[in-house]
DNA sequence: GTCCGGCAAG
DNA sequence: CTTGCTGGAC
């Protein structure tokens, strides 16, 4: 175990990627938490651009709650799932009424809107040094592959199991990095690049198994995206993003692909999600601004 | 076409 | 347990 750690380590310290949000130490909490975010389901890559932005709107718990949602919105322009946006400043705002710090422990940051077990863990262990081990579909992945473990079939409760027994207590927000920087750049999902793997010598999957095919992807090219109420419900955000803050846009018609009824429906989902809201001759603006 | 440093709600 | 949510890079 001493090994494995110690060789992860030693290689993350020469080979981590160099990204915007990481930092040498003492980081702050609340850009951790904003970077996690971000990185729910979204390329890291893609993240560290706008997470400088963001950062600089909105450098404190408290600067982020007492904005305009719209503006929110606006700065998630470009990151997708903007519900992410509107529990990230719901989170804002529950941080500044528990007194204006990012809590320490799982339990007070899983109880966060948008935050769950991996993002709690991934902020405990980089912006807290608590020996947890957060879970992504990366390190998933690598635990497998390390202990010979099918990713796709072993209970989360056994995959945490093992990233927190495996976490250097030491190090835990380097650890973190570490096992997501390997899985990223060497432990990959297709042709691994194992003969450069600083674990090989511990990992039951290193050389001996050829690399399994994804699963059947299924039928998913079936239906075109513009056809879905993702690209439905994006085309009326970036609508509502490229006009003055306050501005009502009222979206009769069909909109693409999609009938009055569906873009209706679309709208009162938005709503729904504190992403826009809707006058009472259901015209649309973005959340929290005033006309 | 695939894959993202997930989460909440049903 | 399953589903919806986004956009870009490769």
């Known amino acids: ?11 993350f310290d020469r080979n981590a990627r160099a990204l915007a949000f990481r930092f040498e130490r003492d980081p702050d ?25 963001f950062m600089g709107r909105f450098p404190t718990p408290a600067a982020l709650a007492s904005a305009p949602t719209g503006d929110v919105i ?5 990151l997708g ?12 705002r529950a941080i500044v009424l528990a007194g204006g710090r990012v809590p320490e422990d799982i339990d007070s940051l899983q109880a966060l809107p948008g935050v769950g077990p991996y993002t709690a863990r991934a902020v405990a262990a980089i912006a807290f040094g608590r020996p947890v081990g957060a879970v992504d579909v990366n390190v998933r992945r690598v635990l497998g592959r390390l202990t010979g473990a099918d990713p796709a079939a072993a209970p989360q409760r056994e995959m945490q199991a093992a990233a ?10 380097d650890w973190t990095h570490a096992l997501m920087d390997l899985g990223a750049t060497i432990c990959r999902p297709a042709r691994p690049e194992c003969d450069a793997c600083p674990v090989r010598t511990w990992c039951s999957f290193a050389g001996v198994a050829g690399v399994r ?13 513009e056809a879905t109420t993702r690209w439905l419900r994006g085309r009326i955000v970036g609508r509502l993003c490229g006009v003055p803050p306050g501005t009502t846009v009222t979206f ?17 989902s938005l709503a729904a999600d504190g992403i826009v809201e809707l006058d009472a001759v259901g015209a649309a603006r973005l959340a929290g601004e005033q006309a």
Do not use: C
């Open 252 to 268: 009769d018609g069909p909109l693409g692909l999609h009938a009055p009824e569906a873009v209706s429906a679309a709208l009162a």
């Open 164 to 173: 927190d027994a495996l976490v250097d207590p030491a190090r835990a927000g």
């Open 81 to 92: 799932y903007n519900r992410r946006a509107i529990d990230l400043q719901r989170a804002a």
């Open 29 to 53: 909490p609340w850009a951790v938490l904003v970077s996690e975010v971000m990185a729910q389901q979204t390329q890291v890559a893609r993240v560290a651009e706008k997470w400088l932005a």
């Open 213 to 225: 095919p994804n699963p059947a992807p299924g039928r998913r090219g079936a239906v075109p995206f």
């Open 74 to 78: 606006r700065a998630w322009q470009g």
């Open 1 to 11: 175990m001493v090994g494995l750690r110690a060789a992860l380590l030693a290689w």
